[in-house]
T-cell receptor
């Protein structure tokens, strides 16, 4: 298995531009998570999906952020318009269900390093 | 509210010495506890977890962790540190009945010196 795949690995854009981050979860995993990591705030959960349905988006910082999961093998996180304070590493993770989900570990992708100038 | 605390930003140990990375939690109900490791420019990797049963949990790369309910702690340990163990370590928790939403600590940087 290739693991969780994220693209691009690095993204540099200018303030005001639209940014789209992509994620392919591990096949068969029912849960998908988007995280943001910064030095100041650490690791933050932005949103997560179960069977392609958003379950909890309380971590999405503002309306400029949106996430979709059109099918079981693909998800996007979009920022429009982007701002310098959005600069961070964005991780996607997936997890299998089966039994009580809460004790299944999450598998993280390599992350997308976003720089907004 | 559920929370996880890692009281040390950085832990320094000499290679071959035992290491401990501390974690305390605040969770209502039965906690499920995890340790993850992050190497530079990589995503987090799962090390071990406590769900129920034996308080001493063994995981990857020779790491283990001890669940202590009375002290609400879940410290990560290794008997003999390696330079290659140098990384950022995260403790995380959720609770039974939750839908998998993990709460992470702020992370502890482990530096193992030769």
């Amino acid at each position: 298995d290739a693991g969780v795949i994220q693209s691009p690995r690095h993204e540099v854009t200018e303030m005001g531009q639209e940014v789209t981050l992509r994620c392919k979860p591990i096949s068969g995993h029912d849960y998908l998570f988007w995280y943001r990591q910064t030095m100041m705030r650490g690791l933050e959960l932005l949103i997560y999906f179960n069977n392609n349905v958003p379950i909890d988006d309380s971590g999405m910082p503002e309306d400029r952020f949106s996430a979709k999961m059109p099918n079981a093998s693909f998800s996007t996180l979009k920022i429009q318009p982007s701002e310098p304070r959005d600069s961070a590493v964005y991780f996607c993770a997936s997890s299998p269900s089966g039994g009580a989900l809460s004790y299944n570990e999450q598998f993280f992708g390599p992350g997308t390093r976003l720089t907004v100038l | 509210a559920q929370s996880v605390a890692q009281p040390e930003d950085q832990v320094n140990v000499a290679e071959g010495n035992p290491l401990t990375v501390k974690c305390t939690y605040s969770v209502s109900g039965n906690p499920y506890l995890f340790w993850y490791v992050q190497y530079p420019n990589r995503g987090l990797q799962f090390l071990l977890k406590y769900i129920t049963g034996d308080n001493l949990v063994k995981g990857s790369y020779g790491f283990e962790a001890e669940f202590n309910k009375s002290q609400t702690s879940f410290h990560l340990k290794k008997p003999s540190a390696l330079v290659s163990d140098s990384a950022l370590y995260f403790c995380a928790s959720t609770r039974s009945g939750n839908t998998g939403k993990l709460i992470f600590g702020q992370g502890t940087t482990l530096q193992v010196k030769p």
